[in-house]
């Protein structure tokens, strides 16, 4: 059997995105004839936890001990302060040099791995792993990114910053032995500025563990209710669509009777606070500015009539795919997707086979209006996911994928 250590900063529990590609490689690659040891954080500051860890030798959650977490846990957070001076924020550097990079020595010169893949974010997994691709060269590295490096529209960087950047980017794109994007528009932007890397690149998408259950409920009575259960921060607070609301609301189209939009998370709406407000007087939106346990949110989301997917990003960049649509697609209720035309998640919901009705971010409330009723006459009837959409993006699948890349390069 293959043998191929995981280096990923989040590893569950730590409950996010971020978790995703290394749990599930590290669960499913051995069904594909790889064995796996991964490596990871034992702390996060300020974010969200889901069950304790099971007990695993061959999961190093690092550092280990009540003393040197509590001395970690600094570091976090001076490096935090220190990025943030410079324009940059990427945490795990500290937590690379002091913890990751040495375990990982500690590993290889016991025994023989045949690959390691570093997933990101963030890019500190991959920085540590650049350091031991220098070290020990004949070991296959896998460059696994979940959100985009090169032309990420959410990196806010100042010139001293972006040029320590670039030189990073051109080294690890230069060293890995396998880029892989998180879609095929990230895969083409690569292919266009790196042409003489264009044969490491390939594509491995978000997608869903097929261990996980998906909850089935009735919904709830009263108004019809669309579900928003998830985060907004920054660039990715829908503007045009709490516009097309209230103008809706003022032309007398739309009552609470008629929709509710139910928005369950960590909410920052930059730019509409007020607005936001109004709405949820008139009854036409609920706030609920909390964070919840990965279930509960499921179970909220599955008793809602509707799903709400926001994919924004500044510039419109089409880029990536936010992970709740997997979620979204396999709950089944139709779904409004504020999403550019033409977008990975666009082409993955017209071959879902959910309905669903898109909108562009920046769209004039008329077409905020004609995407919304439209929906609203479909009703609620849930639909199963298409074979190609679990075919596509089922994890264990995906795993097939990267363990096929480790064996062809042996």
């Avoid at 001990?65 to 795990?92: D, F, I, N, S």
Wanted: aromatic fraction near 12%; charge should be positive; glycine fraction near 8%.
């Amino acid at each position: 059997m293959s043998k191929a250590l995981i280096l990923s900063y989040y590893f569950p529990p730590f409950n996010g995105p971020g978790a995703q590609h290394p749990s599930w490689f590290y669960r499913y690659l051995p069904e594909h004839g790889v064995s796996t040891h991964a490596f990871a954080s034992a702390l996060y500051f300020n974010e969200q936890y889901g069950a304790p860890p099971v007990s695993d030798a061959r999961v190093q959650r690092l550092p280990a001990g009540a003393q040197a977490q509590r001395w970690a846990t600094w570091l976090y957070r001076k490096e935090m302060q220190v990025q943030l001076r410079v324009g940059y924020w990427e945490p795990g550097f500290a937590w690379a040099r002091l913890y990751g990079i040495p375990a990982v020595r500690r590993l290889l010169d016991r025994e023989p791995c045949d690959a390691m893949i570093s997933v990101s974010p963030p890019i500190s997994s991959h920085w540590a792993a650049l350091r031991i691709k220098r070290l020990y060269p004949k070991l296959l590295w896998i460059a696994d990114f979940q959100d985009p490096f090169l032309g990420n529209p959410f990196h806010f960087r100042s010139k001293p910053a972006g040029r320590r950047v670039k030189g990073f980017e051109q080294a690890l794109f230069g060293e890995a032995d396998i880029l892989s994007a998180n879609t095929d528009t990230v895969a083409d932007m690569w292919r266009q500025h790196y042409p003489q890397y264009a044969k490491k690149i390939t594509v491995t998408w978000g997608g869903y563990d097929p261990e996980e259950l998906i909850p089935r409920r009735n919904p709830t009575s009263g108004a019809p209710v669309m579900a928003y259960i998830g985060s907004i921060y920054g660039g990715r607070t829908p503007v045009a669509f709490f516009k097309a609301l209230e103008w809706m609301s003022a032309s007398g189209r739309l009552k609470s009777s008629d929709l509710m939009v139910d928005f369950l998370g960590s909410l920052k709406l930059e730019g509409v606070e007020a607005l936001a407000g109004d709405l949820e007087s008139k009854g036409l939106v609920r706030l609920r500015n909390m964070t919840v346990a990965r279930q509960n949110a499921l179970e909220e989301a599955a008793q809602a009539h509707y799903s709400l997917l926001i994919d924004l990003t500044p510039g419109n960049k089409q880029l990536q795919v936010p992970a709740k649509l997997f979620d979204q697609v396999r709950l089944g209720r139709p779904i409004l997707a504020i999403t550019p035309a033409g977008s990975p998640s666009e082409r993955i919901l017209a071959a879902s086979g959910i309905a669903y009705q898109s909108v562009a971010p920046d769209g004039a409330p008329e077409a905020y209006e004609a995407a919304i009723l439209a929906l609203l006459r479909l009703g609620p009837e849930v639909r199963e996911p298409s074979d190609w959409f679990r075919n596509s993006f089922d994890a264990r699948n995906l795993a097939g994928l990267m363990a096929a890349r480790i064996k062809g390069r042996q």
